[in-house]
């Protein structure tokens, strides 16, 4: 089993900058991905941005040039750095990994949520 802990939500102007976290633990073979969703009341979760540490990243249209996304293999944490923040990005942000295991392949996870706020 994998838990994904995030950290770094909150309340912040637009125009103004928030850095996310999410550190995966636990025991398995390695990690394939680790990225990031967000939900807002009503709509479906939507996928924000995804990486898999090793210089492929993929970011949705709405947040490319404003969000940078960061896997470091070494203490399996993927950072989210939102900047020029607008209130359309307000929502729960959701961690998500894709973990592999030698023996039975790769499994998807997702963290708690956190919320971000932005005030216009």
């Known amino acids: 089993q994998v838990q994904l802990v995030e950290s770094g939500g909150g309340l912040v102007q637009a125009g103004g900058s928030l850095r996310l976290s999410c550190t995966a633990s636990g025991t398995f073979f390695r990690i394939n991905t680790m990225g990031w969703y967000r939900q807002t009341p009503g709509n479906e979760r939507e996928f924000v941005a995804r990486?898999?540490?090793?210089?492929?990243?993929n970011y949705a249209d709405s947040v490319r040039g404003r969000f940078t996304v960061s896997l470091h293999h070494a203490d399996n944490t993927v950072y989210l750095e939102m900047n020029n923040l607008e209130a359309e990005d307000t929502g729960v942000y959701y961690c998500?990994?894709?973990?592999?295991?030698?023996?039975?392949?790769?499994?998807?996870?997702w963290g708690q949520g956190t919320q971000v706020t932005v005030s216009s």
């Open positions: 998500s990994a894709n973990i592999y295991y030698f023996a039975t392949g790769s499994t998807d996870y």
């Open positions: 990486t898999n540490g090793v210089g492929i990243r």
